[in-house]
């Protein structure tokens, strides 16, 4: 089967998982990112893919800025809160440490780094939808572990049905 040898090769290139958090019309959400990488050098880009089926992405229409936060491996527990539960049905926030940001995104108190983007195009790419953003402001602690990676979530039940 076709799709045996790209899940292979995307296993073995263990990309870093994200939590990409925003605000919109008072509300606020965040979800776990597999598909997110930076797509430009100068000016700076960074695309992010959101799940057609969760909370996040619902709301992602009506924002115009956007957290991505990089997590330590130390700090699994915020991919399996951001990636197991959903906000249709608790309030992650409630259950992490976070701090108003930057165009009053939700900023984890515990990613390893973070930055503030803003929304400059929406893409369809089929179950996902992709947000260009542009980096604004953000943040990198040092003393923190490596990155989470795609071996450390890929067993995670998701919140919602794929």
């Not at 965040?30 to 909370?55: D, K, M, T, Y």
């Not at 939808?129 to 795609?150: D, F, I």
């Amino acid at each position: 089967m076709p799709e045996n040898f790209f899940d292979a090769l995307i296993a073995a290139a263990d990309p870093p998982v994200f939590v990409v958090t925003l605000t919109a019309d008072g509300q606020r959400a965040g979800c776990l990112v597999g598909f997110a990488g930076q797509v430009a050098i100068e000016p700076r880009r960074f695309l992010v893919c959101l799940s057609e089926v969760n909370h996040t992405y619902r709301l992602a229409q009506r924002t115009e800025f956007v957290g991505v936060h990089l997590i330590g491996s130390d700090h699994a527990s915020l991919a399996m809160l951001f990636g197991g539960e959903t906000g249709d049905e608790i309030d992650k926030f409630a259950h992490c440490s976070w701090r108003a940001g930057p165009h009053d995104v939700p900023v984890l108190d515990d990613a390893a780094a973070w930055f503030c983007g803003r929304v400059l195009a929406r893409h369809d790419f089929g179950d996902h939808m992709g947000l260009v953003l542009a980096p604004e402001t953000g943040k990198v602690r040092q003393s923190e572990p490596g990155a989470l990676r795609y071996h450390h979530v890929a067993d995670l039940e998701p919140g919602h049905p794929v």
